[in-house]
C-alpha cells in the first residue's frame, strides 16, 4: 500500500499566469512546492493559453522524467491531427487532452476519431475537460474505445447543487464504465466553502463508493487556484475531502490511482 504521505498530483499546468499575480510559474517552482508539501509526482497538461505548443510540457517531462508525466494538447480538426498525436507521444507524451465543454459533437469528427483510435492503439491516455451535458458522449466513447484510459477533468465539474447532493450528479452515465477515471475538483474552485474547503467532503465520499477509489485521482489544478497559498491548501483539502474513508482508499485517491494509470504499460512506435 502508498503510504498516505506519498502523494501525486494528476492535474497541474506550466505556461499559464497565476491568477492575481501575473507570474509565469516554472517548473522549478513547481517542483519545489511539491517538495514541500509531500507530493512527489505530477502530470503536466498543456495550458489552452499556450494554444498547441507543448514544448514547456515537453521540457518538464524530459527535464524531469522521474517526476512529470505529459498530457499534450493537439488541434483534433485538421486532418494531420492523429500524425501531430503520434509524434508527441514518440517524444515522450502520456496522452492527449481534449477540451469537450460544449462540443461534444467534436467526438464524431473523422480526425478526432483517428487520434481516438491512435491512442488506443498506443494505450495511451485520454483527458476530458468536460461539462455534465457532454457524460452521455464520454460514456458512448469510452464503451468504444474499452482499451483506452479516459480522464474525466474536475469530476465532472459539479455545482454547489451536486455538492450539497452528490447523487444529483452529471456523472452518472460514466459510473459503470471501467476504463473512465474522474479527477477530483479544482478546490478553491467548485468549493463555496473557505480552505480546507469542508463542501467538498461528501461529493468524494459519494464518488469513492460509487465507483471506487482506484477510478478517483486527485488534481490540484495549480497555478487555477485563487487560494493565495494555493498548494498547500489544495492539499489540504484532498486531505479534508477525504477525511471519512479508509485509509486504503486515500492512499489510492492520492497517489495509487495516479501510479496506474500513468504508469500503464504503453505501445511504442514500430
Not at 486527485?218 to 479534508?240: E, F, I, K, L, Q
Amino acid at each position: 500500500m502508498m503510504s498516505p504521505s506519498m502523494i501525486n498530483d494528476g492535474h497541474v499546468h506550466l505556461g499559464m499566469p497565476a491568477p492575481g499575480h501575473g507570474r509565469m510559474p516554472d517548473a522549478a517552482t513547481l517542483l519545489a512546492r511539491m517538495d514541500r508539501h509531500g507530493v512527489s509526482r505530477a502530470a503536466v497538461i498543456t495550458p489552452a493559453s499556450c494554444g498547441w505548443d507543448n514544448e514547456i510540457t515537453l521540457a518538464a517531462v524530459h527535464g524531469h522524467p522521474n517526476r512529470f508525466v505529459g498530457l499534450a494538447r493537439i488541434d483534433i480538426e485538421r486532418a494531420t491531427a492523429a500524425d501531430h498525436c503520434t509524434v508527441l507521444l514518440d517524444q515522450g507524451m502520456c496522452g492527449i487532452r481534449i477540451d469537450l465543454r460544449g462540443d461534444a459533437a467534436v467526438v464524431g469528427r473523422p480526425s478526432t476519431n483517428a487520434v481516438l483510435a491512435e491512442l488506443a492503439r498506443r494505450r495511451a491516455v485520454l483527458d476530458l475537460h468536460a461539462n455534465g451535458e457532454e457524460m452521455p458522449t464520454i460514456a458512448r466513447l469510452a464503451d468504444r474505445y474499452r482499451n483506452l484510459t479516459v480522464l474525466v477533468d474536475h469530476g465532472g465539474r459539479p455545482d454547489p447543487a451536486v455538492l450539497a447532493d452528490p447523487s444529483r450528479s452529471a456523472l452518472t452515465p460514466v459510473l459503470d464504465a471501467p476504463n473512465v477515471v474522474v479527477k477530483t475538483p479544482n478546490a478553491s474552485h467548485f468549493s463555496g466553502a473557505p480552505p480546507p474547503h469542508p463542501d467538498l467532503e461528501p461529493f468524494h465520499t459519494w464518488l469513492v463508493g460509487a465507483v471506487g477509489a482506484d477510478r478517483v485521482m486527485w488534481g490540484s489544478d495549480w497555478p487555477v487556484c485563487p487560494d493565495a497559498d494555493a498548494y498547500p491548501n489544495a492539499v489540504a483539502a484532498a486531505r479534508t475531502a477525504l477525511t471519512g474513508l479508509p485509509r486504503s482508499a486515500v492512499a489510492t485517491v492520492l497517489g495509487g490511482t495516479f501510479t496506474a494509470v500513468f504508469d500503464a504499460e504503453r505501445v511504442v512506435a514500430p
